[in-house]
């Protein structure tokens, strides 16, 4: 198993690909290439074809996706406003590589493009998903996963730079779509390890749900949910009122048979409102009576705090290491959250090594919480490929 990354800061589509192709030849050598991702800055939305067509005709990958995002992050770097490419690049024998492109009705939720062959694979595959926000019902796609392979884990994210349904690029093999949804099915002898870093840290006390509907939490503990919350602010400091002023959110415990509770146990969702009259809040998900909930707060410290722990329990807990990664950040991360540029690379690298990494700023981030998948905000999700095992 081997991987290489490269990255280009040409304009022309034929030249970037060109650059990108020969690095990743230098590292590679000869052979064929099983897995190929492409990610490409809005500045190559219109000619992403062209590079696309390059790169699969002279690379010539088994399998080959990507799409635009809002920005490019590739080995060092993390390029947030400039124009730039990046080829990810990997050699996984004996791995079966199963292509997705999914298309959606508006209004209702049908799906074609399914492949028979997964519905009925005794495999449990890993999925790398890349889609379109504005015409992917993400929620339901992952409904559909856990539906026809229980247990499988998806990784990836929504396309970004385009601000309207049209702008955005997907990428599979020689074609190019502006809707819908790009990806592969892995299965085989690799082993692909998901870190979601939601960038949280809990503050105050867990709360059992004993009354909601929907995304409504009614009571907490008995207690009136806003009536709990408002106890918990007095009894913060200054400082973690300010935070929870900005940036407050709810985490909902995933498995509820641990006897404790950390960092990669919650899903975390916004607050997204209050009424002063019932004593509720709203999140941003569905909240059954029974759960566990915490609150929790988002700054760049507890971010890079949590980049950090996550990573360095998946370097403690596994023996193999990772040979490469593909990394997906919120596009509400980098500069504009931690004040300085290649934040989130910086603690892969260190943390993990200096693999060859690739991946894009997203409108959404793609991973599992709990082994169950789910869209996030504000997320760095991350796939290590290692050999398996242990």
């Known amino acids: 198993m081997q991987f290489a990354s490269a990255v280009s800061r040409e304009l022309d589509p034929i030249a970037a690909g060109r650059s990108l192709v020969d690095s990743v030849r230098a590292c590679l050598g000869g052979g064929t290439v099983d897995l190929a991702c492409l990610f490409l800055s809005a500045h190559h939305a219109d000619?992403?074809?062209?590079?696309?067509?390059?790169?699969?005709?002279?690379?010539?990958?088994?399998?080959?996706?990507?799409?635009?995002?809002?920005?490019?992050?590739?080995?060092?770097?993390?390029?947030?406003r400039a124009a730039a490419v990046t080829l990810w690049a990997g050699r996984l024998p004996g791995a079966d590589l199963t292509p997705l492109r999914l298309s959606f009705e508006e209004e209702r939720f049908t799906v074609a493009g399914w492949p028979e062959r997964l519905t009925t694979a005794a495999d449990n595959p890993t999925f790398l998903l890349f889609a379109d926000p504005f015409s992917t019902p993400m929620d339901d796609v992952l409904s559909m996963v856990e539906d026809e392979c229980p247990g499988a884990l998806a990784v990836g994210g929504m396309a970004g730079g385009g601000s309207d349904l049209g702008e955005n690029r997907l990428i599979l093999n020689d074609a190019v779509y502006e809707s819908g949804l790009v990806g592969a099915a892995i299965v085989g002898p690799v082993e692909v390890r998901t870190i979601v870093s939601q960038g949280c840290?809990?503050?105050?006390?867990?709360?059992?749900?004993?009354?909601?509907?929907?995304?409504?939490?009614?009571?907490?503990?008995?207690?009136?949910?806003?009536?709990?919350?408002?106890?918990?602010?007095?009894?913060?400091?200054?400082?973690?009122?300010?935070?929870?002023?900005?940036?407050?959110?709810?985490?909902?415990?995933?498995?509820?048979?641990?006897?404790?509770?950390?960092?990669?146990?919650?899903?975390?969702?916004?607050?997204?409102?209050?009424?002063?009259?019932?004593?509720?809040?709203?999140?941003?998900?569905?909240?059954?009576?029974?759960?566990?909930?915490?609150?929790?707060?988002?700054?760049?410290?507890?971010?890079?705090?949590?980049?950090?722990?996550?990573?360095?329990?998946?370097?403690?807990?596994?023996?193999?290491?990772?040979?490469?990664?593909?990394?997906?950040?919120?596009?509400?991360?980098?500069?504009?959250?931690?004040?300085?540029?290649?934040?989130?690379?910086?603690?892969?690298?260190?943390?993990?090594?200096?693999?060859?990494?690739?991946?894009?700023?997203?409108?959404?981030?793609?991973?599992p919480v709990g082994r169950t998948n789910f869209l996030h905000g504000y997320t760095a999700s991350l796939a290590l490929f290692s050999e398996p095992g242990t």
């Open 201 to 367: 840290r809990p503050i105050g006390e867990r709360y059992v749900v004993t009354k909601a509907e929907r995304n409504v939490i009614h009571e907490l503990g008995g207690v009136p949910a806003l009536e709990r919350l408002q106890s918990m602010f007095e009894s913060l400091s200054n400082e973690e009122r300010n935070l929870v002023q900005n940036a407050l959110h709810v985490g909902i415990v995933m498995d509820e048979q641990r006897n404790r509770f950390e960092r990669g146990d919650f899903l975390v969702r916004n607050l997204i409102g209050a009424d002063r009259t019932s004593g509720s809040v709203a999140i941003g998900d569905m909240i059954k009576e029974g759960q566990t909930v915490q609150f929790h707060v988002r700054d760049a410290h507890s971010a890079s705090e949590d980049l950090h722990l996550l990573l360095a329990a998946d370097r403690a807990r596994h023996k193999k290491p990772a040979l490469g990664g593909l990394l997906f950040s919120c596009c509400g991360r980098g500069r504009g959250l931690f004040g300085r540029p290649h934040h989130d690379v910086s603690v892969v690298r260190e943390r993990i090594g200096e693999i060859p990494l690739a991946g894009f700023f997203a409108q959404g981030e793609i991973g």
């Open 47 to 80: 000619r992403a074809g062209d590079v696309a067509g390059f790169i699969g005709d002279t690379l010539r990958p088994r399998l080959l996706l990507g799409c635009t995002g809002e920005g490019v992050i590739s080995g060092d770097q993390e390029i947030e």
